[in-house]
């Protein structure tokens, strides 16, 4: 704007840059409410335009939410599925911490690419490249 407007004020370059800005605008609803706002500088239409889309997208996402009905007595079985599921994870945990814990099944007829050997793969190889031995 600087250059193309050099003779022009200071605040005309601003209000041009401002309607150029709004007609650079893709979407035809942001476009239409920026210009509605009658921006004369460039940073109040750019600040307006992002607040349009921030708004726009937050109310697309929240038009699909249901509201739920709570009935009575179903607080009870939450509750019951709730201690459950914890009395699962305690004895998990316990086994886990006493070391009581399945081993992974390992297929026995896995091929390693590194050595040709079955039973592991390249990742768990014991071999010795020549690159390891220096």
């Keep these: 704007m600087s250059l193309a407007c050099a003779e022009c004020p200071q605040d005309v370059r601003g209000s041009l840059a401002a309607q150029y800005f709004v007609d650079a605008i893709r979407d035809e609803d942001t476009q239409h409410a920026t210009r509605l706002m ?18 726009k997208t937050v109310s697309k996402t929240t038009r ?24 699962t994870l305690e004895k998990l945990l316990n086994s886990l911490v ?27 190889c014991q071999t010795i490249s020549p690159n390891q031995e220096n």
């Design 98 to 124: 006493t070391g009581k814990k399945n081993n992974p099944r390992r297929n026995p007829n896995v091929t390693c690419w590194k050595c040709n050997k079955k039973g592991h793969v390249q990742r768990k």
């Design 38 to 55: 009658d921006a004369k500088d460039l940073k109040s239409a750019s600040g307006y335009s992002m607040k349009y889309e921030a708004a």
């Design 64 to 87: 699909n939410v249901r509201s739920i009905e709570i009935k009575n007595g179903t607080g009870k079985e939450k509750k019951e599925k709730f201690v459950c599921l914890l009395k």
